[in-house]
C-alpha cells in the first residue's frame, strides 16, 4: 500500500517547513541553545502546525525523544482528569537520558474545556524546569488568556501561491511525475487557498484515480454545491445540517466560508443573489476569527434566508 503523501513529505527538519519564517527562525535558536518557551500554534488547519512541533520536538531531544517526548491529542482527551492525571504524571516525573527537560505536544487545544485549561496553567507553572508544552489549535479565541499569555504565540498563516507551487511540484519530482500544464495547474494551486496538506491528499488522489486536477478539484467542492442548492431551494435547515457535517470533519469555518464563495462565483445565478450571498459568506469568513464554528454556520445560513 503507497503512503499517504501528507505523510511522507512531512518536514524533518527546521528548515524544511515552509512558510512559516518567524517560527523557522526563533526554533532554529532554541535548538542551539538548548532551551525553548512554552509554545502555542495557532492556525487554520493544514499549515502545519504539528508538524512543526513534531520537527521541533525531535531536533531539541535527538536521540532522547523517545522517552521524553509525548503526545496528546487534546480534543480527545479534553477532560479536567486527564490534566490531573496523565499530563501531571508526565510532568512530575524526571526526564530521561541527555535531554534538557521533556516535551508535551497538546495537539488541537482548543477542544479542551476551559477548566482544564485552568488546571494545565498551574501545572506549567509549576514543573516549569521538567517540562515544555507546545500546543497547537486552529481556534486560538478558545484558548483562556492566562495560556495565551504564558507562551509564546505564532501564527501559522496559509502558504502564499509560490510557495504552495513549489512545495508540490517538488512533490511530482520526487515521485517522478510529469508536470502540469499551466491551464491544469494554476487554477488547482489557486483553489487550494494555501492549504497544502489538502493540496498533497489531492494531488495524490488525482494521480491514483488518473483523474484530471480539474475534477479533482469539482469533487472536492461538491458538498459545498449540496449546501448552495439546499439554500437556493429554501432548504435552510438540511444546508446547516450539510454545514455542521462538514464541521464534524474538522474543516474549520473559514475553509468553509472560502470554498463557498468558489461556489457561489461559478453558479448560474441573477447577479443580485449571487452577490448577497457573497457579502454574507465574506461577513462569516471575517467573523471566524472571533466566533465559535457552530454559532457562525447558524448565523451565515440564517443570513442567507
Known amino acids: 500500500m503507497n503512503m499517504l503523501w501528507t505523510e511522507k513529505y512531512r518536514p524533518q527538519k527546521l528548515n524544511e517547513i515552509r512558510g512559516q519564517s518567524g517560527f523557522v527562525i526563533d526554533a532554529t535558536e532554541w535548538v542551539i541553545n538548548g532551551v525553548m518557551p512554552n509554545l502555542l500554534l495557532h ?30 491529542n487534546a480534543s480527545d482527551d479534553r477532560k479536567l482528569e486527564t490534566v490531573r492525571t496523565k499530563i501531571k504524571d508526565i510532568a512530575t516525573t524526571m526526564k530521561m537520558g541527555d535531554a534538557p527537560f521533556k516535551i508535551i505536544l497538546l495537539d488541537e487545544m482548543d477542544g479542551m474545556t476551559p477548566d482544564a485549561q485552568n488546571a494545565l496553567k498551574r501545572i506549567m507553572e509549576r514543573y516549569h ?17 492566562p495560556l495565551i499569555s504564558r507562551t509564546a504565540n505564532y501564527n501559522f498563516s496559509r502558504l502564499d501561491v509560490n510557495n504552495l507551487s513549489h512545495a508540490l511540484t517538488d512533490v511530482l519530482g520526487s515521485e517522478g511525475l510529469s508536470q502540469y500544464s499551466n ?9 487550494l487557498n494555501g492549504d497544502l496538506r489538502r493540496g498533497l491528499t489531492e494531488l495524490q488522489a488525482a494521480h491514483a484515480s488518473g483523474t484530471s486536477l480539474k475534477k479533482q478539484t469539482q469533487m472536492t467542492l461538491e ?39 468558489d461556489v457561489i462565483i461559478q453558479a448560474d445565478m441573477h447577479h443580485t443573489e449571487k452577490f448577497k450571498l457573497l457579502r454574507i459568506v465574506g461577513e462569516a469568513e471575517w467573523r471566524s476569527n472571533n466566533m ?14
Not at 129 to 145: A, L
Request: aromatic residues 8%; contains cysteine; glycine residues 6%.
Open 43 to 72: 492556525g487554520v488547519a493544514g499549515t502545519g502546525k504539528t508538524s512543526a512541533a513534531l520537527v521541533l520536538a525531535k531536533s531539541i531531544l535527538g536521540d532522547d525523544l523517545e522517552s521524553n517526548f509525548f503526545e496528546i
Open 292 to 305: 465559535t464554528p457552530k454559532v457562525l454556520a447558524s448565523w451565515m445560513i440564517g443570513q442567507m434566508v
Open 223 to 261: 458538498p459545498y454545491e449540496i449546501i448552495l442548492r439546499h439554500t437556493n431551494e429554501n432548504q435552510y435547515d438540511n444546508a446547516l445540517k450539510e454545514v455542521h457535517k462538514l464541521l464534524l470533519q474538522s474543516i474549520d469555518m473559514k475553509t468553509m466560508c472560502v470554498r463557498l464563495h
Open 129 to 145: 524546569e521538567n517540562v515544555r508544552f507546545i500546543i497547537t489549535c486552529n481556534h486560538r479565541f478558545k484558548i483562556i488568556q
Open 183 to 191: 491551464g491544469e495547474w494554476e487554477p488547482f494551486i489557486e483553489g
